[in-house]
Structures are given as structure tokens and as C-alpha cells.
């Protein structure tokens, strides 16, 4: 079962009609706009609303307060990541492992770091925050939509696939969450994305049983 988000950091309300959710859109934008600038100190409802060109009675229509927004910024960032992720596995259904996982590392590494400030701003944001149902959340989509791709491997079988699944994902989410730890720039990331390539598809090639047919 999916973890429940904390009570106190639900919405208030979720927007029903189109007006309301492009209000909501300028708000997110607005907030993570303020986070890269100056960080989850500066973030303030007051300040979001005068970038977004809300009232501050529009934003506390949806947020009670300011954690409510920052934990609501992390589930909309995670969602379209979960999407991309999907997209990709469902993609590379009966391709052969190593096509599978090169797809699945460079969609992943491209999410994190083609606005990479927003996501160090993001990590930064949560520090405080009880964030422990949207990672859940996040890891149990991740986990199946990856365990179904590695399944259907044209090439190959896994017959571990939970425990292989865990390390290959751990690994891929562990290396660049490092990367943004460490400041990397952007040749470095990229060098070290293609090492993890390499050394996935290697990881994969050796659990896995003898070639199908």
C-alpha cells in the first residue's frame, strides 16, 4: 500500500478547473524560481504570490503554509519523473539488457540534470521536510515499471529479479544523487554517467542465466 502523505502537509484543495491549475502552475513556478535564488530560508508564501502574481488569499487557498508548498513542489517534481521513467520501461519492453539499461540510465541522468539547479534546490528543500511517503512512492513505481522492462528482456532472464532490480536502481539513483552532492559540473556528470553505463550493463550481463532459446 502507498504511504499516505502527512496530514499537515496536504493542499487544502486541488485545482478543478483549468484556470485554477494554471494558477497553480505559475505558483510552482514562481516557488521553484525563489528556491535556486535564494533557498528554502528566503522561500515565503508572501513572496511566491508577488512573483506569481497571486493574492496571498489565493495561495492559502491551496497552502496552509509553507512546508505544505515545498512538499507539494517535491510530489509534482517526483510524478514526472516516475512518468519519464515508465515511458522509457515500457519503451524498451523485450529489448536485450544491455539496450534496457543504458535507456534507462541516460533518461534518468537527462531528468536530473537538464535543470540542474532546480534539482539541487529541490534536495536542499526536503531537508527538514517529512518526505518519507514520496520517496516511497516514488521507489514502488520506479521498482515495478523497471522490474516489468528487465522481465521481458529479449536476451536474457533474471532469476533474481527483486534483488538485482534493487541493487541496478540503488546504484543508478545513489550515483547521481553523489554527483549533485559533490557539485559535479557537467563534463563530469556526463564522464560518470557513461562509467555507470558501463558498469551496469556489466553488472546485469554477470547475474544474468544463460542466453533465451
Known sequence: MPEATPPSLKPRKKPRQARAAVTLDAVYEASIQLLVSGGVARLTTTRVAERAG????????????????????????????????????????????????????????????????????LYASVVELDNAALVANFADRADACTKAMLASASDATIPDLETVNLALLTTIFGAVRNAFERNLDAGEIAALKRQVIVMCRAYLEAVADAPKG
Open 54 to 121: 497571486v493574492s496571498v488569499g489565493t495561495m492559502y487557498q491551496y497552502f496552509p503554509h509553507k512546508q505544505a508548498l515545498i512538499y507539494a513542489l517535491n510530489e509534482r517534481y517526483l510524478e514526472a519523473l516516475a512518468m519519464r521513467l515508465e515511458a522509457v520501461c515500457e519503451g524498451h519492453h523485450g529489448s536485450r539488457l544491455g539496450d534496457m539499461c543504458e535507456a534507462l540510465i541516460e533518461t534518468y541522468f537527462q531528468a536530473k540534470t537538464e535543470r540542474a539547479d532546480v534539482t539541487r534546490a
